[in-house]
């Protein structure tokens, strides 16, 4: 767990998920949330450690979760751009 919590970056913070779960089930809320807050962004920079060995040891549903969030985010986004073509940036 202290990979996780005391972590300043992606890369040591990354470890939490190569250890067996019964070390790191206490935070696992935080983890998941972690995983979900920076999976797009990871996919997109493609770190070195962000192989498909280190994916697979992400839970499943997780990015099944991230993934919902993320079209979610773009449903409301196109709703508040439609509304802003009709009444002009700044007034939403």
Not at 63 to 82: F, H, L, P, Y
């Amino acid at each position: 767990m202290d990979f996780f919590l005391k972590g300043t970056d992606d890369v040591v913070k990354k470890v939490t998920l190569e250890h067996n779960k019964a070390h790191w089930l206490a935070i696992q809320e935080e983890l998941k949330e972690w995983v979900q807050a920076n999976w797009w962004r990871w996919k997109e920079e493609k770190p070195e450690w962000f192989s498909l060995a280190w994916q697979k040891q992400v839970p499943e549903g997780w990015i099944e979760d991230a993934t919902e969030r993320s079209r979610e985010k773009g449903r409301r986004r196109s709703s508040v751009d439609k509304i802003k073509g009709v009444f002009g940036k700044g007034r939403v």
